[in-house]
């Protein structure tokens, strides 16, 4: 006996969708793994590892300004190494030993990319009252802003490794505006007709600092 299965033209076309969206998540799942680093590399390796490593260090000219995908870790690929090692404050060796690999998966796996410039700080301007002040200024990509002040000069120490803050003297004052490309810090409980240094510093998403070299401000009366 025979038995004949109707199949609608929209049920047909919901089964066509679910193997797409099934086969789509399945080449992208392995394409996210394929570019994951699975070894430690050198100078004359071959192999996928070697296409994934020079296509990450591609992303950036600064780092890789070759950006040839050979599969052949050569003098160029150990060269860009050279510089992302650098950058990221790992020994320059120019191979990929477990440090370097375990530092490059986890910016794959962040997706934040290669970003080794800090954000630049511009259009910096301070509107002032009698007891309070306000500190304005734009930055050229998203960033977290902060701002310390004081009645004396601020120290600011240089940071030790990639994504590290410096220390600041003065007093910190809690930011509301968040990520942004603008950012707007309102300092209060200040004193009239006085004079107040001010510092400013932006931080990306992916750990790199700039800041406004100490600068001053004078409440009202």
Do not use: C
Request: hydrophobic share 40%.
């Amino acid at each position: 006996m025979t038995k004949t299965i109707n199949m609608s033209r929209s049920n047909f076309s919901l089964i066509a969708v679910f193997v797409a969206v099934l086969f789509v998540t399945l080449v992208t799942s392995q394409t996210a793994h394929a570019s994951i680093l699975t070894s430690q590399m050198g100078y004359g390796a071959t192999g996928s590892n070697v296409t994934s490593l020079q296509q990450f260090l591609a992303t950036n000219p600064l780092i890789y300004p070759a950006g040839l995908v050979t599969g052949y870790y050569g003098s160029l690929t150990q060269a860009a190494v050279v510089q992302f090692q650098a950058a990221y404050g790992i020994s320059q060796v120019g191979r990929v030993g477990p440090t370097t690999q375990a530092k490059i998966n986890s910016i794959m796996l962040s997706g934040l990319g290669l970003d080794t410039t800090a954000p630049v700080i511009a259009n910096a301007w301070v509107q002032s009252n009698r007891n309070s002040a306000v500190v304005n200024w734009t930055t050229n990509e998203l960033a977290q802003g902060q701002v310390y002040y004081d009645t004396s000069p601020i120290r600011s120490d240089e940071e030790t490794g990639h994504g590290q803050l410096p220390y600041v003297g003065g007093i910190s004052v809690p930011n509301s505006t968040g990520v942004s490309n603008s950012q707007s810090v309102t300092i209060s409980n200040l004193q009239s007709n006085t004079i107040y240094y001010y510092f400013v510093r932006a931080i990306d998403s992916s750990g790199n600092i700039s800041s406004l070299l100490s600068n001053t401000f004078r409440t009202n009366n």
